[in-house]
């Protein structure tokens, strides 16, 4: 469910006002989820996230800003993540970082936070959209948070060339059957799946915000050729990248 989500809100999609919609992430009982304002102020939340703040209910969030909520080094933390995506426009994806969980303790999550386009003018951002999921680490497991982070890291500078499922155990500093199920238990997907994602993530941006040839998308987002990079994305994405492409443009006008 949680892929649909991020699938939805890159085409600009995501009905968040729907009520049904917000019931369905309620039952997302170990991802936090919030939709907040250009002032960082939540607007949406699940039941998740009312429980990791120490609160009882929706109405003690709405309308509040993580400093009311969390610690200031947490909450300084966050609003920066929300002002690099309110500036650049640009998603911050799988950050690694420690939220306080209902028990009182901190634990390791992976964030995503995506930008959402204002009703009024679509070529501004006009909020944000935010899922932290739960990776099951206490804040002192730094030997599984490193591996993580060097992984992220890794795919990031690398995207472009080959990558290896060797090359990622070795910067993660751990052998590859360690480095499957730490993957799996932290983002759902293998080693390569991960790589593959990050792929088509690349490669949708780059068709929705610059002019490039599909072949030159190719090259940058790391796929063998052209051929190879059409038949992933339509396969992950149900649209050619031509298709996506003309979605994206009649989207913003």
Known sequence: ??????????????????????????????????????????????????????????????GRRAPDLFSEPLARRYEEQDRRVFATGR???DELELIQREDASLGWYVTTKLPVAAREDPE????????????????????????????????????????????????????PSQLERRMRNAFGLSAMQYVLRARVERAAELLSN??????????????????DFTKRFARLTNETPAQFRVHQRRISG
Do not use: W
């Open 124 to 175: 501004q951002v006009g909020g944000l959209v935010s899922i932290s999921r739960d990776l099951r680490t206490s804040s002192s497991d730094e030997d599984s948070v490193r591996a993580l982070r060097n992984v992220v890291e890794l795919v990031r500078e690398r995207l472009a060339e080959t990558i290896r499922v060797i090359d990622i155990a070795t910067a993660a500093e751990l052998s």
């Open 1 to 62: 469910m949680t892929s649909d989500i991020h699938r939805l809100l890159n085409r600009g999609e995501f009905p968040i006002a729907q009520p049904e919609i917000l019931e369905l992430i309620d039952l997302l009982v170990d991802v936090m989820f919030c939709m907040k304002d250009t002032d960082s102020r939540y607007r949406a939340v699940n039941h998740a996230f009312v429980r990791r703040a120490g609160c009882r209910s929706k109405r003690d969030v709405i």
């Open 91 to 93: 998603p911050l994806r």
């Open 210 to 227: 610059t002019e490039l040839p599909l072949a030159e998308v190719a090259v940058l987002a790391g796929f063998y050729d052209q051929a």
